[in-house]
Nanobody
Framework: VQLVESGGGLVQAGGSLRLSCAASGFTFADWAITWFRQAPGKEREGVSCIASNDGSTYYADSVEGRFTASSDNAKNTVYLQMNSLKPEDTAVYYC???????????WGQGTQVTVSS
């Protein structure tokens, strides 16, 4: 199983970024893909999940209405569109795969998102 995140960067508050998670080595449609984030000194937080089999999505309260998860099963890729970014969204973002949302069996290497005020 391999998960490769991309799309992070530096953006001003109010801006947008789209993260990608390219997955390989497993049957994509049978799994749930969760986006976690971890900021320095803070606990890891599950921010969004998409169930690849039916496209159901779930969001943490902290990102509800600003972040949107989607998937392209033909490309085995999951996306996280992040709008109206805030400085408190600054973190390393990871995608993880499991059979249940907000759990993790495999991780990617992470991508840094920095939001300046």
């Amino acid at each position: 199983v391999q998960l490769v995140e991309s799309g992070g960067g530096l953006v001003q508050a109010g801006g947008s970024l789209r993260l990608s998670c390219a997955a390989s080595g497993f049957t994509f449609a049978d799994w749930a893909i969760t986006w976690f984030r971890q900021a320095p000194g803070k606990e890891r937080e599950g921010v969004s999940c998409i169930a690849s089999n039916d496209g159901s999505t779930y969001y943490a309260d902290s990102v509800e209405g600003r972040f949107t998860a989607s998937s392209d099963n033909a490309k085995n890729t999951v996306y996280l569109q992040m709008n109206s970014l805030k400085p408190e969204d600054t973190a390393v973002y990871y995608c993880a795969v499991a059979h249940v949302c907000f759990e993790y069996d495999y991780w990617g290497q992470g991508t840094q998102v920095t939001v300046s005020s």
